[in-house]
């Protein structure tokens, strides 16, 4: 994955609760063999609706989205992640996220971005009532910042989880740090035990 430091842009306002992963990215979409194309299905049941908030063009180019609490509950599926990546969006801020889906967007290199939510009120209704208003997230100093509306506050991240995203370190390379003592181990296991694969 990736390295991420700054997000900065503008952003999507989904001023909508409990927005669980089969609205994100419907079952139908999960059949797919490739890991590409997921985007055309972010929220596509909703973007049938011609007032739905990613349809309006004022938005367009937007890397971030604003959620509402209790974003990505439901199945554990890492096909909404995917989905909002390939859309474009490099981090969701929410007052609250499901555990499995935040886990899957740390995994990913999707930043999570939780906030109070009094400020992620105010955020969306600044979102609302200025599209081109700039926000950026610095995952180095775990900020967010809308400076042209004085807003800023900062999330949480486990050192772990930061030192993933500063680094682009997926679960791959992770494992891949630790080759060295793999090797070692290897070299000395007792022959009698199953081979290795």
């Known amino acids: ?63 971030i989205l604003i959620g ?36 899957n967007c740390t995994k990913n290199g999707l930043v999570p971005v939780t906030v109070e939510p009094g400020f992620g009120e105010r955020l969306m209704a600044a979102v609302q009532n200025d599209p081109t208003l700039e926000i950026t997230i610095d995952v180095e100093r775990l900020t967010i910042e809308a ?3 004085g807003m800023e506050a900062s999330f949480p991240l486990d050192q772990g989880t930061q030192e993933r995203f500063l680094e682009g370190l997926d679960d791959i390379s992770l494992t891949m740090r630790e080759v060295s003592a793999i090797s070692d181990y290897e070299a000395t296991r007792r022959p009698w035990l199953p081979a290795s694969s």
């Open 68 to 103: 509402g609490m209790n974003f990505g509950t439901g199945s554990s599926r890492e096909h909404a992640v995917w989905a909002i990546q390939q859309y474009g969006f490099d981090a969701v801020i929410s007052p609250r996220f499901a555990d499995i889906f935040r886990n």
């Open 1 to 63: 994955m990736k390295a991420v430091r700054i997000v900065s842009g503008t952003a999507v306002p989904l001023d909508r609760t409990d927005v669980d992963t089969d609205q994100i990215i419907p079952s139908d979409w999960l059949k797919r063999v490739e890991r590409t194309g997921f985007d055309k299905g972010l929220f596509s049941e909703w973007r049938d609706d011609r007032h739905f908030v990613l349809n309006d063009e004022r938005h367009a180019g937007a890397s």
């Open 147 to 149: 400076p042209a509306v």
